[in-house]
């Protein structure tokens, strides 16, 4: 079974860090660029980072450069985010997700990835005081 | 930036009933445009890429349609285990990734 399970949530004072990890299984990991999506109490989603199959290539939106790095270890299967300097607006329930479809292009040779197809349960993160 | 905008923002329907999502984007996307289901507690789920491909395992009483700027989401015949948030979703500025406010499908 496709799976991707998160853990790593917690409640961390404004300022502070956390570690976020998604372990994968039933597909071949490395095969797969990776994202993290948050989801704030009550409201929609948000697109958070994502990282190349190697690693070699990561992505943020703008709120989160340079407080967040996203991270991965093929070897053991493993998706991670490491979150500093946490603001009360970083309060959510944070999934990470498997990324599909796009289009190749052929003057770059790149491949982009459009959709997420596979996504964990998601683990909640709370920055209060 | 691209914005997706859903309407309505709530839809109150009753089983067996037609079910159509609008989402408009502010500017043309192609056709690089995903649905997303959600239930409470739950996690997305693809129910469309590239506007009008069905997601592995999705019923056929979903279908997509559209390109350039306006897309649409139809269900239809509801069943009970339809009623959600339903979100649309954009990436033609890769790595940039937008979704609409959603669309809370509610049982009449």
């Known amino acids: 079974e496709v799976q991707l399970v998160e853990s790593g949530g917690g409640l961390v004072q404004p300022g502070g860090s956390l570690r976020l990890s998604c372990a994968a299984s039933?597909?071949?990991?490395?095969?797969?660029?990776m994202s993290w999506v948050r989801q704030a109490p009550g409201k929609g989603l948000e697109w958070v980072a994502n990282i190349k199959q190697d690693g070699s290539e990561k992505y943020y939106v703008d709120s989160v450069k340079g407080r967040f790095t996203i991270s991965r270890d093929n070897a053991k299967i493993s998706l991670s985010l490491q979150m500093n300097s946490l603001r009360a607006e970083d309060t959510a329930v944070y999934y990470c997700?498997?990324?599909?479809?796009?289009?190749?292009?052929?003057?770059?040779?790149?491949?982009?990835?459009?959709?997420?197809?596979?996504w964990g349960k998601g683990t909640t993160v709370t920055v209060s005081s | 930036e691209i914005v997706l905008t859903q309407s309505p923002a709530t839809l109150s329907l009753s089983p067996g009933e037609r079910a159509t999502l609008s989402c408009r984007a502010s500017?043309?996307?192609?056709?690089?445009l995903a649905w997303y289901q959600q239930k409470p507690g739950q996690a997305p789920r693809l129910l469309i890429y590239d506007a009008s491909n069905r997601a592995t395992g999705i019923p056929a009483r979903f279908s997509g349609s559209g390109s350039g700027t306006d897309f649409t989401l139809t269900i239809s015949s509801l069943e009970p285990e339809d009623f959600a948030v339903y979100y649309c979703q954009q990436r033609s500025n890769w790595p940039s990734i937008t979704f609409g406010q959603g669309t809370r499908l509610e049982i009449k």
């Open positions: 500017q043309s996307i192609s056709n690089y």
């Open positions: 997700a498997r990324e599909m479809g796009g289009h190749y292009d052929i003057l770059t040779g790149h491949y982009y990835y459009y959709y997420m197809d596979v």
């Open positions: 039933g597909f071949t990991f490395s095969s797969y660029w």
